[in-house]
C-alpha cells in the first residue's frame, strides 16, 4: 500500500497499528497468539520485565 493512502476513512498509519493489534505474536510457552505484556512493549521498544534476547538482558543488566 503506498505512503499516504487510505483505507475507507483510516489512514495507513493507523490501518496499520489496528493489523498489529488484531494480530499478536506466538507466546513463547503456550504456542497460542495472544498479547502479553512484555509482548506489546517489545512492539513498542519499552523495557521488558523477561528479557528474551540478548540485546534485552544486557540492557537489563545496564539500567
Not at 24 to 53: I, Q, Y
Amino acid at each position: 500500500m503506498p505512503a499516504g493512502t487510505k483505507v475507507g476513512s483510516v489512514s495507513r498509519t493507523r490501518y496499520e497499528e489496528i493489523e498489529r493489534i488484531l494480530n499478536p505474536p506466538r507466546h513463547p510457552r503456550t504456542g497460542k497468539f495472544e498479547w502479553t505484556g512484555d509482548a506489546a512493549k517489545r512492539l513498542v521498544g519499552w523495557r521488558v520485565e523477561t528479557p528474551r534476547s540478548v540485546q534485552e538482558k544486557v540492557e537489563a543488566v545496564y539500567d
